[in-house]
């Protein structure tokens, strides 16, 4: 009788235990139908990262929830070096680490075998042209790779990490899996594959044997749910742990209100206005001058809400190295941008054509910018196209302005400023990237600061030439940083992620993350 009471007793105890002190489960929900591939030297998608960041490693990594690339860390490599040449640089992998599934060591093989397959033209990876500065890629030993690249290339440690350009995948899982590979991922990280279950979810189960501990976490799931609402009501119902959300404020008041943890991260997206100087009357830079003087960031942020987005100052956003807060942009000042009309010999303003995305994250603040600038007489007419569209047409050089939201790792006046300022990267060239401006072309430019620091092996001095970059180029009125509009995301409180997330688009976890 004593015991089929005891019994019953702990049947009651073990129904009551809470969910967190059972098997550590965390439930993740991302906006996407479906994920196109996992595997990492092709994968870009918010439902396909962070499912990746879970599975693989790469030779270097940020700190936890930080993209910094003055604080890289060990990951795969616990050593690296620049020869004296500043072309070869030397990296020493950790010995232990293990594939998944039983397929042995990682080698500097494996390290050969994905950087060269990033490299192969016939592959086709979009990480290709990031790593074309690689030469050659050499095994030395079984814990030793040496990378050789065609000039001085200060960046290839911060191109090591976990973004698309350095992960590492197995030789012997891509060469046995193929096309499987794309959802059968093999990597080394603390998370290994489980199941998946297309236009469903995918889940990962604790890799018991990595190289960093036994993760806190049995296991991790992600649900693919694009409607906004039906993620905000899965969080709300306790389905899911953690969601990304639209990066709107009224989003962002009504969970805090309903007591989720919602975190706004940047670097992201940040919105610049390039004024074409090769398009009258924006060759005048009284013109230009007063277009910016018309333009109130503040009031922009304050439309599209004060958590979401804070006004840029720099023609290189702050978080990336290089940035700097000393320049003294164009304040809000109609009188004065009315004066600077007049100069210009256009005291009655004029009229401006410029095609525009529909999208809601392009649209509403160029919409605002237009009233902003009718209070100066300047008359702008907004022909609304579809994204893919507006984005053919202002590779045609047909737009007067161009107003552009990027994001470009590593966080360095590297490929920023290339991009967006270089004369190589003209629109209409052959070489074209997305130099709206034709700056270096109309105007001298700032080419000898872009080349020389893109080949500076010294910090100090590269960070000394992307300052000098950006002076000349608010100088020069080449364009108008308006604002960076932050990524946002929402979880539950007993979801403890083991770090502060600082950066990312979506939640990091990792072998210390746990649901409490």
Not at 357 to 367: A, E, H, K, T, V
Not at 369 to 379: A, R, S
Not at 448 to 476: P, T
Request: aromatic residues 10%; neutral net charge.
């Amino acid at each position: 009788m004593k015991i089929k009471t005891l019994l019953t007793v702990l049947t009651i105890c073990l129904t009551l235990t809470p969910l967190s002190v059972q098997a550590q489960t965390a439930h993740m929900a991302v906006s996407v139908a479906e994920v196109g591939t996992l595997d990492p030297h092709f994968a870009n998608k918010i439902g396909e990262v962070p499912i990746i960041r879970m599975v693989y490693q790469s030779l270097l990594r940020h700190p936890a929830g930080e993209i910094d690339v003055a604080k890289l860390e060990p990951s795969l490599a616990t050593q690296w070096a620049v020869a004296d040449d500043k072309l070869t640089w030397t990296f020493h992998l950790r010995k232990g680490v293990k594939w998944h599934e039983e397929y042995g060591a990682l080698t500097a093989e494996d390290v050969k075998f994905s950087l060269d397959r990033i490299r192969d033209e016939k592959v086709g990876s979009p990480a290709r042209k990031a790593i074309s500065a690689i030469e050659s890629v050499t095994v030395v030993d079984p814990y030793t790779v040496q990378i050789k690249t065609t000039d001085p290339y200060p960046v290839l440690p911060a191109m090591m990490v976990e973004e698309r350009f350095g992960y590492i995948i197995c030789k012997k899982a891509a060469e046995k899996l193929g096309e499987d590979l794309k959802y059968h991922p093999i990597g080394t990280g603390p998370f290994m594959y489980d199941s998946y279950k297309p236009r469903e979810s995918f889940t990962l189960k604790a890799n018991t044997d990595y190289w960093g501990g036994k993760p806190s976490l049995d296991k991790v799931m992600v649900s693919f749910m694009p409607d906004d609402s039906t993620r905000e009501l899965a969080l709300r119902n306790g389905e899911v742990h953690a969601i990304n959300i639209p990066a709107k404020q009224e989003w962002i008041d009504r969970l805090r209100k309903a007591g989720f943890v919602v975190n706004l991260t940047s670097p992201a997206n940040t919105f610049v206005l390039h004024f074409n100087l090769t398009k009258k009357p924006l060759d005048n830079k009284k013109v230009r001058m007063a277009l910016c003087h018309a333009i109130s960031r503040d009031l922009l942020v304050q439309f599209l809400g004060k958590d979401v987005a804070k006004p840029e100052v720099s023609p290189l956003p702050e978080g990336y190295l290089g940035h700097t807060k000393d320049l003294a942009m164009y304040p809000y000042d109609v009188e004065k941008a009315k004066q600077l009309l007049a100069e210009a010999g256009f005291k009655d303003g004029f009229k401006l054509t410029m095609n525009i995305s529909n999208s809601n994250i392009y649209l509403p603040p160029m919409q605002i910018i237009q009233e902003m600038w009718k209070k100066v007489g300047v008359e702008l007419e907004l022909k609304v196209v579809d994204h893919p569209t507006y984005h053919k047409l202002i590779r045609q050089d047909v737009n007067p302005v161009v107003i552009y939201g990027a994001y470009r790792y590593p966080l360095t006046g590297t490929r920023y400023f290339t991009q967006f300022y270089h004369s190589d990267s003209i629109v209409g060239k052959e070489t074209a990237v997305i130099n709206f401006s034709h700056y270096g072309e109309a105007l001298p430019g700032v080419d000898q600061y872009i080349d020389g620091a893109r080949f500076e092996l010294d910090q100090a001095k590269q960070v000394a030439m992307w300052e000098a970059a950006q002076k000349q180029i608010k100088s020069d009125c080449v364009s108008m940083p308006l604002f960076t509009r932050k990524y946002a995301m929402a979880k539950s409180k007993i979801f403890d992620q083991g770090f502060e997330q600082k950066s990312y688009s979506f939640y990091q976890v990792t072998e210390k993350s746990m649901i409490r």
